[in-house]
Structure formats: structure tokens, C-alpha cells
């Protein structure tokens, strides 16, 4: 797999990048990472991105261009991530992670928003939901990880300790170059390939394997259940880590028909990210008319 440079990358993708610079929050207790568009859009919800566990806030640039022209947009770096202070436990479960999510959001100002989760982040949007519902006007969970908290204790080690043994063997950029490639369609771009790469590449592996820790310990169906609001979730048709059969318990427990999304793989806001811009905006304003 090439680097991710300048010189392989079209120039509109490093601008649109480089338009978002990473920008720092200091919450009680440490600090996130996050990037932003649209911060004087006042007559729109707000918008919150959170990504997955082999991702960051970078991996959402082109939501920030496109959804950024509409509305004030924000995605993090979750704990433990870009330069994201880590969750205290070194085990934790998604209400550590819901409860700074909290705290940054009530830093830089957003008291109510439309919330979304991609793969990891949506079990972290799922606990955030649980702990504080009535801030959510809408909850849209993109090829949401259900987690195995209810899965046998065999189960959660294996998967737990087989991605931890990962990390630690391969590091970032062995991990990268590995399975970077799962998390898109056969027909994604070769610019889509490399910032998949480049995203996985720049974990933290404190922050991975915290996060390995909560997937092991998670039950985002469960967390869903028991929330009131407008909800949605989606998947890509070509999604291989978490194809639709494992997303459609997600979608029931949340009541809702799974939504497919033709072509997409995992991270099918990356590889088609007008198609998923499109959908996020539309949901947007469904939760506004709600």
C-alpha cells in the first residue's frame, strides 16, 4: 500500500482536508481532538460524527465539507485517539466513554444534536443515548458494532484477545496494512484505499486497546432498546466486517428497518461519500421536522 501523501491524493481531497485543521477541547480531566465546518451555521441541529475503532476524526473530512455547508458539524477523535485523552479504566464500557462525549459537547457548546455512530462509535452513541437521551434529536447508526456483552466468556476473550495480539504483533502500520482493506467494497478508489490506510495507520495503540476492551464489553442492542427517541440504521451491502445479518438485530431492537446502502462497504462514507452525506442530511432534517 503507497503513503498517503499529497503527491497520490487528489488536490481537492488535501484541501478538504487541511480546510478542518485538528483543533483541541480541555474537559475536566484532559482534552479531544476534533474537527469542525459550518461553526456559524446557528439555524440548523448541530451535527455530531464518531468513528471507529481503527479510524478518527479525519476519516469524516468530506462529511465536513458537504453536510458543513448546511449546518455546524463536529467530529471527534474519540479517547485515546489523534490527542484525545484516554478513558480512565483500562477497561471501560460505553458509559465511560458516553459520559466525556458529555463533557466535550458541553464545552464547545452543543446542547442538543443529531448523533452519528459509525462501526465502534456507534456502541459509544448507543451509551451516550442511554445516559442522555433528551440531548439527541436523532441517532443515526452507520454499520453499527453490536459488541459480544452478551456473548459466552469464551467468545468475548477470543475476540478481545485475538485483536490485542494483533496490535501488539503488527503495530499501527502493520494493523493498517493488514486490514485496511477489509473495511471497503471491491470497487472502492484507490484515494479511498489509501485514507482508510492512513486513518488505521494513526491509531494510538493505548486508545485501540481500550477500545478493543469496550467492543468486548458492549451490547449496543440492549442500549438501544431503551431509547425513546428518532432513530436510524444503515449498512452497506458489501460490508464484511458487520454485513447486514448482524446489523438487523441492532435495527429491531431499535425498531426500525435496517436500511441497505447499494455498493458500500464498511466504511461506505469514505468510499461513497456523497451517497452517505446525502442520507446524514436527509436524516437531519427528518429529525428537525420531527
Not at 25 to 40: K, M, N, T, V
Not at 85 to 114: G, H, M, N, Q, S
Not at 190 to 196: I, T, Y
Request: glycine fraction near 10%; proline fraction near 5%; charge should be negative.
Amino acid at each position: 500500500m503507497p503513503a498517503y501523501t499529497e503527491g497520490n491524493l487528489s488536490q481537492n481531497f488535501m484541501q478538504e482536508l487541511l480546510g478542518y485543521p485538528s483543533k483541541l477541547a480541555h474537559i475536566p480531566g484532559g482534552q479531544i481532538s476534533f474537527r469542525e465546518a459550518g461553526q456559524d451555521r446557528k439555524d440548523a441541529i448541530p451535527l455530531v460524527l464518531l468513528h471507529g475503532i481503527g479510524s478518527g476524526a479525519a476519516s469524516w473530512s468530506k462529511q465536513l465539507d458537504s453536510v458543513g455547508q448546511a449546518r455546524r458539524v463536529v467530529a471527534w477523535d474519540a479517547p485515546g485517539y489523534g490527542e484525545s485523552t484516554p478513558v480512565k479504566p483500562c477497561v471501560p464500557v460505553a458509559a465511560d466513554y458516553a459520559e466525556v462525549l458529555f463533557a466535550w459537547l458541553e464545552t464547545i457548546e452543543i446542547d442538543r444534536c443529531v448523533m452519528v455512530g459509525h462501526s465502534l462509535g456507534a456502541i459509544i452513541a448507543g451509551g451516550f443515548a442511554l445516559a442522555h437521551g433528551s440531548n439527541l434529536a436523532g441517532l443515526l447508526l452507520l454499520s453499527p458494532a453490536r459488541g459480544y456483552g452478551n456473548a459466552s466468556a469464551e467468545v468475548r476473550d477470543g475476540k478481545r484477545n485475538g485483536r490485542l495480539e494483533m496490535l501488539r504483533t503488527l503495530g499501527p502500520e502493520g494493523l493498517a496494512r493488514e486490514r485496511s482493506s477489509n473495511m471497503l467494497s471491491s470497487a472502492a478508489s484507490d484515494e479511498a484505499r489509501l485514507f482508510v490506510h492512513w486513518n488505521m495507520s494513526k491509531v494510538v495503540p493505548e486508545g485501540y486497546e481500550q477500545a478493543t476492551h469496550l467492543l468486548a464489553n458492549a451490547d449496543l442492542a440492549a442500549d438501544i432498546s431503551r431509547f425513546r427517541g428518532r432513530i436510524a440504521v444503515a449498512v452497506g451491502a458489501e460490508d464484511t466486517i458487520t454485513p447486514a445479518s448482524a446489523c438487523e438485530p441492532v435495527a429491531r431492537a431499535a425498531g426500525v428497518a435496517l436500511q441497505i446502502v447499494p455498493q458500500a462497504g464498511h466504511a461506505g462514507y469514505i468510499e461513497l461519500p456523497g451517497v452517505y452525506s446525502n442520507l446524514i442530511e436527509t436524516f437531519c432534517r427528518t429529525c428537525e421536522s420531527w
